[in-house]
């Protein structure tokens, strides 16, 4: 799967995403809570790791600005999918001073120390190499914080739902951290079950 195949989905599937948000019954109802709980862990993370500002990697529709940024965080949302970026912004535009979207890829993340802490949620499921966007979050950041969903049953369901519109999806065994983090250049902090959907991992840097 390319780049480009991902948010090409997300892209079209932006609005619809993004409405998952609208309701949280809604979404628990229909499954869909995990969203719901992974925010409100990296949000945990994140302050507790005293994050000042936040690099928000694959940003979608921004549904961490309110929360990041009503605690005084900092947020810089990125993501290239056109659509997501649109409604981003709108996001954004509530809180100015503190949000800024940019549209770019997690493939341009160049920056060393910019951020106290980065986060992608939703977003390593459709990585073929996560060692790659993981030690760009760890230049740019000391602390990363990212989903990683389950290989089994539901991830195989979605591998052939979203395999059919040409976008990959990747499970993480658990006992692969360790080893994904090593090739980083990081080490895992914590890692938290999100119910039967996978982990929310918190990654530090192995200092020199
Ligand atoms: C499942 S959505 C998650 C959005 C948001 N993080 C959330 O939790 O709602 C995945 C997001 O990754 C974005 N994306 C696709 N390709 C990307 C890339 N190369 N770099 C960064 N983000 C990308 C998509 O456009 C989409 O907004």
């Known amino acids: 799967m390319s780049n480009d195949d991902f948010q090409t989905y997300f892209h079209q599937r932006a609005r619809r995403f993004s409405s998952f948000y609208s309701s949280e019954s809604v979404s628990r109802m229909l499954g869909r809570g995990p969203l719901f709980d992974r925010l409100r862990m990296a949000v945990d993370m994140a302050v507790a790791a005293g994050a000042k500002s936040v690099l928000d990697v694959g940003c979608g529709s921004g549904p961490l600005f309110s929360t990041l940024a009503e605690k005084g965080i ?21 809180y100015p001073g503190l949000v800024t979207v940019q549209q770019r890829s997690w493939a341009d993340i160049d920056e060393v120390d910019a951020y106290d802490v980065a986060v992608a949620l939703g977003v390593y499921d459709y990585v073929s190499d996560p060692a790659d966007l993981l030690g760009r979050m760890g230049r740019a ?3 990363v914080i990212g989903t990683f969903p389950s290989p089994g049953a539901r991830t195989g369901l979605r591998k052939m739902r979203y395999g059919m519109r040409g976008v ?8 692969g951290y360790d080893d994904l ?6 080490k895992v ?12 991992v918190r990654f530090g840097r192995i200092p020199a």
């Open 74 to 94: 900092h947020v810089t949302g990125i993501d290239p999918a056109d659509n997501m970026v649109a409604l981003a912004k709108t996001e954004a535009a509530k």
């Open 141 to 143: 950041a000391q602390q």
């Open 168 to 175: 990959g999806v990747y499970g993480y065994p658990v006992d």
């Open 181 to 186: 983090a090593k090739r980083a250049g990081m």
């Open 189 to 200: 902090l914590e890692k938290v079950p999100l119910g039967k959907a996978g982990f929310v």
